[in-house]
């Protein structure tokens, strides 16, 4: 405290926040990185399953849409910062490949397992009570790798300096 400033020790230019916890953190980066690939993952099985289209080219699609919204979910926040186009990818591609990886893998392992789930068409609760729980397990298992991955400054960590608050 300096005894020539009256307003030396008091803060009060703007309040404190309470630092996030590791787990909080990796938390929302999970729920973050699952909502786009959800999008991704459900439009893909849904436009596949109403073509008729093959498991092959389902899970192909879904795929693809998945990590189309997975980055776009990044990015798009990035642009409004008024970042160029081509840091923003770099930093969503940095950011989100492991994480949108890892929940494909199991979200389609699930989906390709569960008894019936490819099978079934969109008016039946196998399909959806299968989508959904693999997304729910797919984001269950890519916690632990988006929490390891923010502890080392990578994976979501790269991206969420430069949101917008």
């Not at 093959?54 to 798009?76: Q, R």
């Not at 642009?79 to 770099?90: D, F, K």
């Not at 196998?126 to 390891?148: D, E, K, M, Q």
């Amino acid at each position: 405290m300096n005894p020539d400033d009256p307003h030396s020790g008091h803060d009060h230019a703007r309040p404190r926040s309470k630092p996030q916890s590791l787990g909080a953190v990796a938390f929302r980066a999970t729920v973050h990185c699952l909502s786009g690939c959800a999008v991704g993952e459900v439009l893909g099985m849904v436009i596949g399953t109403a073509m008729g289209l093959s498991n092959a080219a389902t899970i192909a699609l879904a795929v693809a849409l998945s990590f189309l919204f997975g980055y776009a979910f990044t990015i798009v926040p990035l642009l409004r910062t008024g970042m160029p186009l081509r840091n923003a990818a770099r930093l969503a591609f940095g950011a989100d490949t492991i994480s949108i990886t890892i929940m494909e893998v199991v979200d389609n392992g699930v989906m390709f397992v569960w008894p019936g789930a490819m099978e079934a068409d969109l008016g039946h609760a196998t399909f959806w009570i299968a989508l959904a729980a693999s997304l729910v397990i797919a984001g269950v298992v890519a916690y632990p790798a988006n929490r390891w991955l923010i502890s080392r400054g990578r994976g979501h960590a790269l991206a969420h300096g430069h949101h917008a608050h």
